[in-house]
């Protein structure tokens, strides 16, 4: 299958190299985290000579042996080389029962420079402070952008026919290997019931998942609204809010979904009664769902809600008197407001969408981001975007 460099990731790693931290790649079901470490391995060997490399790969029926933790730190250290840099790579580390006793053991002797990577719902981000307790640094990586899928499909000049087919195909670059649209939905579907009806269900041990596919279809259907446990518990009657909010952090916590929080711009605080859920991939709602309540804007909005994630913004939903502002993000010092929509041809749409962003009254950057056709220009200060320029960030 063909690959890809993802620099962005790549050159991450490549400046954590020999710090003291348990580098931990995370991110959900079949986004590539073998493959970046995998590419990194490659990048050491290439640029170094003086390295000890030690790579398990429990996929690998090789290492069935080291499925012991006491085996898996014997292994390690028998293959420790004096005078040696020591990187230590262990590829789908939760299939080696009590692998953290190992891990933890071997950061301790200060000798090795180590990364894990592992089962989105075995090694959960929410995981790691118990795992490994002041001793790791997550890297957190996500399905194709659409910069990387451009890259993937660089032989195609056509950029606004690449953007028609990556909201509909996504960024599951497994997928990519398919030639009808049937056999893309059905990888795209496997990832997603494997990771509801087996990791999850493994991992918290649930009696029936369909409680949890109905939850998850629902969140799917309503990406960018607002909603509370309390509110799906409403329309899904058969459950309490209470068993709706652990199954929503559930989904979370495996990446399926991202919430998004709401921040009161003129307060300057969090509210904590509502907030949204954004989909990991809107290739997988495609896929779900099909076409049912194609709402492109709420599509949009999913996009460029993943993609500042990506660029490293703490991203929230912004709440002004009464109006909403789809995005406010966050870099340090940096803040962007930003409103997303489909169509802003009409004078009504773009009316609504420019309103709340005049009202705010700071200094920071103020945007729309929408399908515009057009190069990038302003009104009243407001930066205007097409999407697919700014998703390529041109």
């Known amino acids: 299958m063909k690959t890809i460099e993802r620099s962005e990731y790549l050159n991450r790693i490549k400046n954590l190299k020999n710090t003291p931290d348990i580098k931990v790649i995370t991110g959900i ?111 957190h990586i996500y399905p194709f952008s659409f910069k990387e899928y451009c890259k993937y499909y660089s032989e195609n000049s056509d950029i606004d026919m690449l953007f028609e087919e990556y909201t509909i195909k996504g960024g599951f670059a497994g997928s990519y290997a398919y030639n009808t649209e049937k056999d893309r939905k059905d990888y795209i579907k496997e990832v997603y019931e494997t990771i509801v009806t087996r990791d999850l269900a493994q991992k918290y041990s649930l009696p029936d998942t369909q409680m949890l596919q109905r939850l998850s279809e629902f969140l799917m259907d309503n990406i960018s609204n607002l909603t509370s446990p309390s509110k799906i518990s409403n329309m899904l009657t058969s459950t309490n809010h209470v068993t709706i909010g652990k199954y929503i952090k559930y989904l979370c916590n495996a990446f399926v979904f991202y919430d998004i929080k709401r921040y009161d711009i003129r307060g300057k605080k969090y509210l904590k009664s509502t907030e949204k859920f954004y989909l990991s991939d809107v290739g997988m709602r495609y896929a779900i769902l099909g076409t049912r309540n194609m709402d492109f804007g709420r599509v949009y ?48 749409t773009f009316k609504r969408e420019y309103t709340p962003l005049l009202q705010i009254r700071d200094a920071y950057p103020k945007i729309i981001i929408a399908r515009t056709n057009h190069p990038e220009y302003s009104y009243e200060g407001i930066r205007i975007f097409d999407i697919k320029d700014w998703l390529l960030n041109q």
């Open 29 to 139: 079901r079949r986004s590539g985290k073998s493959i970046l470490m995998q590419e990194y391995v490659s990048y050491l060997k290439d640029h170094y000579e003086d390295i000890n490399i030690i790579f398990i790969d429990f996929m690998d029926l090789s290492f069935e042996a080291l499925k012991e933790y006491h085996a898996l730190h014997t292994y390690v250290e028998e293959h420790y080389r004096q005078g040696k840099e020591n990187y230590l790579f262990i590829d789908e580390v939760q299939m080696c029962l009590n692998f953290e006793l190992a891990v933890n053991s071997l950061y301790s002797k200060r000798k090795y420079d180590i990364y894990i990577t592992g089962s989105n719902a075995f090694l959960l981000s929410a995981d790691l402070a118990t795992l490994f307790t002041g001793r790791y640094i997550e890297i």
């Open 301 to 348: 909005e999913n996009m460029v809600c993943l993609e500042l994630l990506r660029r490293g913004y703490d991203v929230y939903v912004g709440k002004l008197y009464q109006k909403e502002i789809d995005f406010v993000a966050q870099k340090g010092s940096e803040k962007i407001y930003i409103q997303v929509s489909d169509n802003i041809t009409e004078e009504e």
